[in-house]
């Protein structure tokens, strides 16, 4: 293998590093960050304008005419693409290599070497990464062929002669949409048609301006009649996060929360700071560990077999560094005991290893997801309602660190901006896990009262066991007269959606996101006065429901 394939591949391979991060983040920032996506443009008008002064220079420096290449792309688009993850990262290495490789052969094989090149950007998650890298690697005349195969592809129409849809997604380098809204999302991916799934009796629809619910814009909405006491949908959790006491004791399952009976025993994973890890069985070791522990609180490799090429391998100093970012994030962690940051790192971890193929299957009691199977946990968060957050100073640089020492290049995928974005989204989000009653002896947070995180439970986020996040349950709206409440019968953080009276289809669904019980020796006034409190810390907004606007007037 020449010097120059040597010098490629191991750009690349550097490169590699970051392919998971960018794959996982580039679609999911493009839709939510402004800045963003003004960037994308701003490349693209870049891009644009070389293109532009490069043509004559085209004709000049090859002979291969518009038609020869328009014929050659078209060839391309019908050749069969890698589907698995391990398909793409195998087929770019091999396409690299051919084009080195006929490059060297001088200008009759500048086509077929352009388009070697051209077929390895196309399964490239960074086209434009990629395009740097071969500028300063592969000959100038054939970076010319691969930049006008480039704009033939960009502005072929219509797009469907290529076979892809029109969504922003129809070449290697085609930007995103500019200024792309959610609604427009939402019907560019005809996600409402797949998702909440069939299964699950409901449906979504926009809150009404005089609902008597608060929350979510979009409301669950009931697609049959159901009667009182009847379990409407059961739902396991996205992510979890066991409430830090229950943590150290060791009493309860780290992944379902299950309460682990000492008899029975437990299994374990230590952290890099020696915290230990309990779970109540093997498939919930398991899939913690695959889904985001050993990301984050381990020194296992974060990627794939099949990326782990020997000038990556981690030196004992990035080793070193890698766990000082972990046990400085565990202690930042365990200091004021908040579930939020964790939350979003495991968000984070999920999102990688789903990308790498790591996390296990339904059968590990996964999350809901639409009937389609084509939207990622990441799809369904960027959706969610959000409420203001602001976090301590120092957590977003932790945070950073702790990424950049596991996966470099995937630090520089969270701004501080989405970083208090995806905090907000948690925190309007979370559930509390509550078993029977709840516990009694949940240790009071150390935080301002503004500051303390708040879940919804209609038995109060004292009471609870831990924190959890839904994809169905999320959209449940606010009543202090709820029609219906969450229930973890099953003694672990799986969800059942219980009616609290007969229901009918159509009828749209709320539950209580805090206790609206009246307490003994509570007046109507103090009991309305309370749980207005707690909504307007936790979720920021003021109830409307029938029952507050009659103590209202009441009072």
């Given at each position: 293998m020449s010097s120059r394939t040597n010098t490629v591949l191991t750009i690349a391979g550097i490169s590699l590093c970051g392919i998971i991060a960018y794959a996982v983040y580039f679609d999911y920032r493009r839709r939510t960050d402004p800045e963003f996506r003004k960037k994308i443009r701003k490349e693209k008008k870049r891009v644009d304008k070389s293109l532009a002064q490069s043509r004559e220079a085209l004709a000049a420096a090859t002979e291969v005419s518009e038609a020869e290449l328009r014929e050659a792309l078209k060839m391309i688009k019908t050749e069969p693409r890698p589907a698995s993850q391990?398909?793409?990262?195998?087929?770019?290495?091999?396409?690299?290599?051919?084009?080195?490789?006929?490059?060297?052969?001088?200008?009759?094989?500048?086509?077929?070497?352009?388009?070697?090149?051209?077929?390895?950007?196309?399964?490239?998650?960074?086209?434009?990464?990629?395009?740097?890298?071969?500028?300063?690697?592969?000959?100038?005349?054939?970076?010319k062929i691969i930049l006008a195969l480039v704009n033939l592809d960009v502005s072929s129409s219509p797009v469907q002669d290529l076979g892809i849809d029109d969504v922003g997604d129809a070449s290697p380098t085609r930007g995103p949409p500019s200024e792309t809204s959610s609604q427009e999302w939402d019907k560019i991916g005809a996600y409402e048609e797949v998702f909440p799934p069939k299964s699950t009796n409901v449906t979504l629809q926009t809150r009404p301006p005089n609902s008597e619910t608060s929350g979510p814009e979009k409301v669950l909405v009931l697609t049959k009649d159901v009667a009182a006491g009847e379990i409407i949908y059961k739902e396991y959790p996205m992510l979890t996060c066991l409430d830090y006491d229950l943590q150290l004791s060791g009493h309860y399952c780290t992944h379902c929360m299950r309460e682990i009976q000492p008899s029975l025993g437990s299994l374990s994973l230590l952290s890099s700071d020696s915290t230990k890890f309990a779970f109540c069985s093997k498939p919930c070791q398991v899939a913690s560990k695959s889904q985001w522990f050993s990301l984050l609180f381990t020194l296992d490799p974060p990627l794939p077999a099949v990326l782990e090429l020997s000038h990556l391998k981690p030196t004992p100093a990035a080793l070193e560094a890698r766990r000082a970012a972990q046990v400085q994030l565990l202690a930042y962690l365990n200091k004021d005991k908040r579930v939020g940051p964790l939350l979003m790192t495991k968000f984070i971890?999920?999102?990688?290893?789903?990308?790498?193929?790591?996390?296990?299957?339904?059968?590990?009691?996964?999350?809901?997801?639409?009937?389609?199977?084509?939207?990622?946990?990441?799809?369904?968060?960027?959706?969610?309602?959000?409420?203001?957050?602001?976090?301590?100073?120092e957590e977003y640089s932790l945070v950073v660190a702790l990424l950049k020492a596991t996966l470099p290049g995937l630090d520089a995928f969270i701004s501080e901006e989405s970083h208090v974005s995806l905090l907000g989204r948690i925190a309007f989000n979370g559930f509390g896990v509550c078993f029977g009653g709840g516990r009694d002896d949940r240790p009071p947070s150390t935080l301002r009262p503004e500051d303390a995180e708040l879940t919804r439970t209609p038995y109060g986020t004292t009471r609870q066991v831990g924190t959890a996040l839904y994809s169905v349950s999320t959209y449940l709206s606010h009543s202090c007269t709820p029609n219906a409440r969450p229930s973890f019968s099953s003694g672990t953080s799986e969800l059942h959606l219980i009616a609290n009276k007969d229901l009918k289809k159509g009828d749209a669904l709320s539950i209580a996101y805090v206790d609206v019980s009246q307490r003994p020796g509570e007046s109507v006034v103090e009991c309305r006065q309370r749980r207005r409190k707690e909504l307007a810390r936790g979720w920021k907004f003021a109830c409307q429901c029938s029952r507050c606007l009659k103590e209202a007037s009441e009072k």
């Amino acid at each position: 293998m020449s010097s120059r394939t040597n010098t490629v591949l191991t750009i690349a391979g550097i490169s590699l590093c970051g392919i998971i991060a960018y794959a996982v983040y580039f679609d999911y920032r493009r839709r939510t960050d402004p800045e963003f996506r003004k960037k994308i443009r701003k490349e693209k008008k870049r891009v644009d304008k070389s293109l532009a002064q490069s043509r004559e220079a085209l004709a000049a420096a090859t002979e291969v005419s518009e038609a020869e290449l328009r014929e050659a792309l078209k060839m391309i688009k019908t050749e069969p693409r890698p589907a698995s993850q391990s398909d793409r990262e195998n087929y770019f290495m091999s396409q690299v290599a051919m084009g080195e490789q006929l490059a060297a052969r001088g200008e009759p094989f500048h086509l077929p070497a352009a388009l070697s090149f051209y077929r390895a950007l196309s399964v490239y998650p960074s086209p434009p990464e990629l395009l740097s890298i071969y500028q300063k690697t592969v000959p100038d005349a054939i970076v010319k062929i691969i930049l006008a195969l480039v704009n033939l592809d960009v502005s072929s129409s219509p797009v469907q002669d290529l076979g892809i849809d029109d969504v922003g997604d129809a070449s290697p380098t085609r930007g995103p949409p500019s200024e792309t809204s959610s609604q427009e999302w939402d019907k560019i991916g005809a996600y409402e048609e797949v998702f909440p799934p069939k299964s699950t009796n409901v449906t979504l629809q926009t809150r009404p301006p005089n609902s008597e619910t608060s929350g979510p814009e979009k409301v669950l909405v009931l697609t049959k009649d159901v009667a009182a006491g009847e379990i409407i949908y059961k739902e396991y959790p996205m992510l979890t996060c066991l409430d830090y006491d229950l943590q150290l004791s060791g009493h309860y399952c780290t992944h379902c929360m299950r309460e682990i009976q000492p008899s029975l025993g437990s299994l374990s994973l230590l952290s890099s700071d020696s915290t230990k890890f309990a779970f109540c069985s093997k498939p919930c070791q398991v899939a913690s560990k695959s889904q985001w522990f050993s990301l984050l609180f381990t020194l296992d490799p974060p990627l794939p077999a099949v990326l782990e090429l020997s000038h990556l391998k981690p030196t004992p100093a990035a080793l070193e560094a890698r766990r000082a970012a972990q046990v400085q994030l565990l202690a930042y962690l365990n200091k004021d005991k908040r579930v939020g940051p964790l939350l979003m790192t495991k968000f984070i971890a999920r999102q990688l290893t789903a990308a790498n193929g790591k996390a296990p299957g339904k059968d590990a009691g996964d999350y809901t997801e639409a009937d389609s199977g084509e939207y990622q946990i990441e799809d369904h968060v960027e959706r969610w309602s959000s409420t203001p957050i602001e976090p301590p100073s120092e957590e977003y640089s932790l945070v950073v660190a702790l990424l950049k020492a596991t996966l470099p290049g995937l630090d520089a995928f969270i701004s501080e901006e989405s970083h208090v974005s995806l905090l907000g989204r948690i925190a309007f989000n979370g559930f509390g896990v509550c078993f029977g009653g709840g516990r009694d002896d949940r240790p009071p947070s150390t935080l301002r009262p503004e500051d303390a995180e708040l879940t919804r439970t209609p038995y109060g986020t004292t009471r609870q066991v831990g924190t959890a996040l839904y994809s169905v349950s999320t959209y449940l709206s606010h009543s202090c007269t709820p029609n219906a409440r969450p229930s973890f019968s099953s003694g672990t953080s799986e969800l059942h959606l219980i009616a609290n009276k007969d229901l009918k289809k159509g009828d749209a669904l709320s539950i209580a996101y805090v206790d609206v019980s009246q307490r003994p020796g509570e007046s109507v006034v103090e009991c309305r006065q309370r749980r207005r409190k707690e909504l307007a810390r936790g979720w920021k907004f003021a109830c409307q429901c029938s029952r507050c606007l009659k103590e209202a007037s009441e009072k």
